[in-house]
């Protein structure tokens, strides 16, 4: 069995669930960003944002061999 680094920056991987879990903080109108309800340009802003997360982790914790 492998052993695996941990690396506080895994904790990262957290924040695109937290931050899309909790739908009362973002479900409502205002707000608008060029013709978009921040119910919807709040959820977009998380697929890149979620995208450099994962970036970021992996390049912390890949195995260079």
Known sequence: MESR????????????????L????????????????FFYWYQLAWVPLTSLILYVVYRAVRDDR
């Open 5 to 20: 680094r941990r690396s506080p920056l895994m904790w990262l991987l957290l924040l695109p669930f937290l931050g899309l």
């Open 22 to 37: 909790w739908v009362p903080f973002y479900n409502q109108h205002d707000p608008v960003l060029l013709g978009f309800p």
